[in-house]
């Protein structure tokens, strides 16, 4: 019997892969028809096992890729395995917001014919550069947030077809409602050895990610309470057993608090005040900025660290709050982010959608576009064969 | 603001604490009448945060305490602090049988009057020890196992009460099936970063422990077929919303096999072999017999480790089946543990139980004893109130 | 101690109203503001409790009501107690197509200023009417049947505006997915006395009402596989924890089967062939053509009727499969409809929009309108209040 | 085609018999083996459909059969068709104490080898006759309160072996907890055609029944408050996601009051004075005792029937409170009582006892017994089998 050695990022590459049934598939599908032959694709795209697997099968479809992460999440181990594999990989760790800026400017430098991008930072420097812009037939975008600066800031220039990926409704309900509704129930669990059912949770926003996280919680024997100011949504909350308060109603009720809001400053110094000894904080939005950290800091009369994930603050009046995570998303912060099934299928949909416009993208009209009906129904039917 | 510098040890067991409710009230009730004054306690028990909490608050009781833990398990740097404590402790992560023998006897040398014992092997030891056994009072024994060997072995010598912990129904509730059943697929999410909904598991076993792994798997959407030998427990499985089925008819439906049964050689080389190709395989039985690991090795062609707590196997038919955590209990292995509060109510049983010995021991038959129905329902009721 | 006599008809309305407490609210606002002074609007609604609520509160808002209920549903007791508060009440339970035709006219005779029509019959008699069409301000439309009407049929003469009730989403949270969900499980129980943990469920179809249904099995304890050709329905239905299978793959492993599709002839001699002994069929969608009845009454070699709402059909095999409720609409025929909240938001919606078309109609643009969003908001608010 | 016509009783019988899987395999074994050949069998039973089918099976068994029910829930059609069959029955729906008398005397005057009890009813006048004495080789005894009379009562006398078929954890299971937990569910929604999710109901007591209904409520949506004085049972509500409190902090809050407890006075005035206007209450427990009509009764100003299951009592405040089946258990009184298959699980503990009473009553010591372990674990096993 052998015993394979493997890189410990190549290893989380390949158990990624083993379960990234729909990747597979395409792979499959791509290494016989070579959708990519020929052409370079500049990658911008958080750095980890998962997308690095996306990667793979483009290059199998037969595209040179220039890729970069973004600043802070790169992970070095996985990059290393992807640039012995021959992909141009620019960016560490360690990088910083000027290290970034370099890094776009290295991958747009390979002339790319098609970018997938994230945040709308590879557009940003394609159009900053004729010779790029000339060559470029269109591209993909990963987030909400490129997405709105292509309509407000580039809306003019934009002279070839962005397929916007997170718009998906497909995409909302499995990797936002399933995958984070998971991802941070376990995250929470992991960091704190806190027992679930009975536990008091006060949820804060009631989106795709806040109904996937108040459902796992309840259906674990939780009692929950959501916070929501859309009554539509509040509404569907309440028929699904939560029972809806404003926050100041529950601040001394709750015992951990949840913020999956996409606003800043939705947990601040007035609330601070006035919570129960021993309340937990956590945040499961995109930024860091939901849970107001600084006010928190200035309040306190004394920090104390519990371990990598929890830091407590004793507040002059003897109570404790104790912040998880530091306040960052807390599924990536504090294990091993969105499950992998579910970002299969986000990543398939960016293969898909980059292959529609290195085959047929003259016959895209330019702009933000939604991925396609079609694309989106393949991947469906491939993820639905996947888990039966 | 000032920074409070702890050791890792110590930070761990106030995390513990702050969050061991039950065990703060018995504490401030112990403090204030100091039912060990005077008294030596040797215990035997995993040395861990929240172990660590119980010796502390039989300390505050009044108590002189010799602690000694099992082989592997114990951490030292819990250990430490309890020693910078003024507790006696003997024992570190890496003694084996032999050391844990010395240990043992070096417990047993303090003239202990009260025994927490776990498997038997303090009450072993005091019997074998003339001036030992003339002084003991009683005590208590954490493990069914132990409790056997007091009945089988020890059955004549015994004059002495011993109250067993584990058979309390309270306890098999709250920590087999809720700690249990929230450990074991937090350890798994964890562990594998897979998705549960619609996922295959095949849950071996239908005691407390495996119910509650099978129900929070199905609350999470997750499908699940159970596998159960006595007719009325798989009866309640399946009014629970449950698959019956034997292992046989299974074996090529499931994704992740759980075994919960107690028995070795659950999982064995006949399963094996028949196994999908992607199979992961998990214990979260108290020992790691249940999953034959060694045939599972000879079977292989090929073994990659994909992570501290994943390892492959590949077969000749190029099959591969993933093992977790080395076949050992997952949610000990791979994660933290029982949640802190379920733990809180086995612990709050053991310090009622010890100070019972130690201020009515005299009213009590010797022999093993169920906990009294008082203390039971006094722990209930204060747990009850932490909830609340 | 009194003892109230009241008719059967107005007892109903009246433990109706006890729960409509968003319609109680409405009331309250209405007689204060009389949005309705002076006006006659004509009513065509089926005539049961909960609608006859509905007529009562816009009579209190000042209105002169014309009302007509649809062929073969007019509960003639409610009819009555409505008729004798002076509201002018055409046709009875027995009236067939052409009574409702002679109805409808005289609804329209009453030269309405505004009408809540059910199916388009209304206006289509309106825009007959020249006098009638000149006062005619606008009116709301129950169903998507009359909406699709409106705007095939009658969109070039219409010229005053028309709510559409049926498709605002918050209807279809609350009254197809939770009410529907809740209405139709609890029918099939009462209807068999069966027992629905363990049982296997096939429901065909996994829109909003399907959705709910299924659902509400699942976490009742029952298998449900679900029967879905969208792709996207069909993946949340696998990650809600359901099968999702071919119908032709389970017609011998169901045992009860629902249809929930909005389409005819969904289960046919085909399926019929092929199922199990005993099979159990009902329909949860709108229309009774979803079992074709027919072909099964031709299979059949015996019929035996087990109770009002079961009829069992003996085939030639020996095999015996039971119809439920004559395949009309089970929560309807069965019992007595959707729960009187859910129906609540709905009738508040009508209300709203009426007083809407009342006072502000001339600021609305003609045809087909979706139900304004501030009345939407406004009437997730009020039901929020109501469940607190 | 043909069209059979069936007396209404024997078409109820007949549906009961479809799904009673159980007892049809049973039938099939007594046919063949005939274990009551030239015996008697006493007895006395609600006689409703699915009872019915347990006679016909004894009969077919071999044993000869006189039967009566318990005063006043006789369903008639039912007497007529077992008696068409050549079964011995006495009684009528109209019965009262003094009837019931003179059936139970007539049912012993056929000098039973074997009854099956209700209550003692059937061995105390069999006691009573030295020749019924002295031929009777023993029985079953359908209820707890039953096996505690012939504990209490006749201990001393009885030199025969009574099997008490409510005792055994196996029906605690399937009827009290899966069946008594659907049945009430539905019974509250048929009768009040009122919303589940959302809804805040109050249970009082977390038995078997308690906790069936408990979580079915939870399961669908409601938010459920637990009442229950055992801390232990307490304690398992909490985890499984109930809150608990005491009745009087939940007076105003609760909408719904359910009382399954067993005791006599649950609800009472000083409850009645401060609940809300509009509460509603219902019985689930074995007596009609648990809500103190009397008292409401009396509290109220004026009352008004609103349908056959629906009484309102308005109060001096104004205040209206609801009560449902006039107290009585909500499941029998307004819908179908337990579902058939949790019925039907019962009736093979009972048909399986009796026979044990005949082929081996010997062997078995007197006075009221278990059921004997293997007729629990066989039965068990057949449920499974019928449920797969």
């Known amino acids: 019997m052998g015993e394979k050695k493997t890189g410990l990022g190549r290893a989380r590459m390949e158990w990624a892969r083993v379960h990234q049934r729909i990747m597979n598939e395409i792979c499959r599908d791509f290494s016989a028809k070579?959708?990519?032959?020929?052409?370079?694709?500049?990658?911008?795209?958080?750095?980890?096992?998962?997308?690095?697997?996306?990667?793979?099968?483009?290059?199998?479809?037969?595209?040179?890729?220039?890729?970069?992460g973004s600043p802070g999440t790169t992970q070095d181990d996985v990059a290393e395995a992807l640039a012995a594999d021959g992909i141009a990989v620019y960016g560490r760790r360690a990088d910083g917001r000027s290290e970034h800026a370099g890094n776009i400017r290295?991958?747009?430098?390979?002339?790319?014919?098609?970018?997938?991008?994230?945040?709308?930072?590879?557009?940003?420097?394609?159009?900053?550069?004729?010779?790029a812009h000339r060559r470029l037939r269109g591209g993909t975008e990963e987030t909400t947030?490129?997405?709105?600066?292509?309509?407000?800031?580039?809306?003019?220039?934009?002279?070839?077809p962005v397929i916007v990926i997170n718009d998906s409704p497909l995409k909302s309900i499995v990797e936002n409602q399933f995958g984070v509704g998971q991802g941070?129930?376990?995250?929470?669990?992991?960091?704190?050895?806190l027992m679930v059912p009975a536990k008091h949770f006060v949820v804060i926003g009631y989106g795709f990610c806040g109904r996937g996280i108040a459902r796992s919680l309840r259906s674990f024997g939780a009692r929950v309470v959501v916070v929501e100011v859309d009554e539509v949504r509040a509404l569907e909350a309440v028929l699904d057993g939560m029972e809806v308060r404003d926050l100041e109603e529950v601040l001394t009720w709750g015992e951990v608090f949840v913020t999956v809001t996409g606003r800043a400053g939705i947990l601040r110094r007035?609330?601070?005040?006035?919570?129960?000894?021993?309340?937990?904080?956590?945040?499961?939005?995109?930024?860091?900025?939901?849970?107001?950290?600084?006010?928190?800091?200035?309040?306190?009369v004394e920090t104390e660290t519990f371990s990598t994930d929890i830091e407590g603050f004793r507040m002059a009046s003897g109570r404790s709050i104790y912040l998880l995570a530091r306040g960052e998303m807390i599924n990536l912060a504090a294990s091993g982010g969105n499950p992998i099934e579910t970002m299969d299928l986000g990543l398939a949909l960016q293969a898909r959608s980059l292959a529609r416009i290195a085959t047929r993208g003259d016959e895209l009209s330019p702009g933000p576009l939604p991925v396609p009906d079609d694309i989106n129904r393949e991947v469906a039917r491939q993820m639905l064969a996947a888990l039966s």
Chains 1, 2, 3, 4 share one sequence.
């Open 270 to 300: 007035a609330h601070f005040e006035r919570m129960r000894d021993g309340a937990v904080l956590l945040n499961a939005g995109h930024f860091s900025w939901e849970i107001d950290v600084e006010s928190l800091r200035t309040l306190s």
């Open 184 to 193: 941070v129930v376990e995250a929470f669990m992991h960091a704190t050895n």
């Open 106 to 131: 290295s991958v747009v430098s390979h002339d790319p014919d098609i970018v997938l991008d994230n945040g709308a930072d590879l557009v940003a420097a394609v159009l900053a550069s004729e010779s």
């Open 34 to 68: 070579r959708p990519f032959e020929g052409l370079t694709i500049g990658v911008c795209l958080h750095v980890e096992p998962k997308t690095a697997v996306l990667c793979s099968v483009l290059a199998e479809g037969g595209a040179s890729i220039a890729l970069t």
């Open 145 to 160: 947030t490129g997405a709105n600066r292509l309509r407000e800031d580039f809306a003019r220039e934009l002279d070839f």
